[in-house]
């Protein structure tokens, strides 16, 4: 199993609920084969550039360890993911 780090950027309209429930959905998916290191929810934070209009983000890091195709379906996950205005996964160096 490899390092892992994924920071996403949520849109900033939604609810309490909503984040934990977005957070919570790509946790599961990268529990699935795979173990969770560190999670910070990093909060509301303005974005370097605008994207799509919007200006602030809520940032959330995860570091983890996993197998290659865990990585392959939360990308999926997150492509597909109405609440993700952008998200970066990287191998951790050791």
């Known amino acids: 199993?490899?390092?892992y780090?994924?920071?996403y950027i949520l849109r900033p309209e939604l609810e309490q609920e909503a984040i934990?429930?977005?957070?919570e959905?790509?946790?599961?998916?990268?529990q699935n084969g795979?173990?969770?290191?560190?999670?910070?929810?990093?909060g509301k934070r303005r974005?370097?550039?605008?994207i799509n209009k919007i200006r602030d983000g809520v940032y959330v890091l995860v570091?983890?360890?996993?197998?290659?195709?865990v990585i392959t379906e939360l990308e999926r996950v997150m492509k597909i993911?109405?609440?993700?205005?952008r998200y970066l996964i990287t191998k951790a160096v050791a």
Do not use: C, W
């Open 81 to 85: 993911s109405d609440e993700v205005i």
């Open 47 to 50: 974005l370097a550039y605008e």
């Open 1 to 3: 199993m490899r390092k």
């Open 5 to 7: 780090e994924v920071m």
């Open 20 to 23: 934990q429930a977005a957070v």
């Open 34 to 42: 795979g173990e969770i290191t560190k999670h910070d929810v990093m």
């Open 25 to 30: 959905k790509f946790q599961g998916i990268i």
């Open 63 to 69: 570091n983890f360890t996993s197998t290659p195709d």
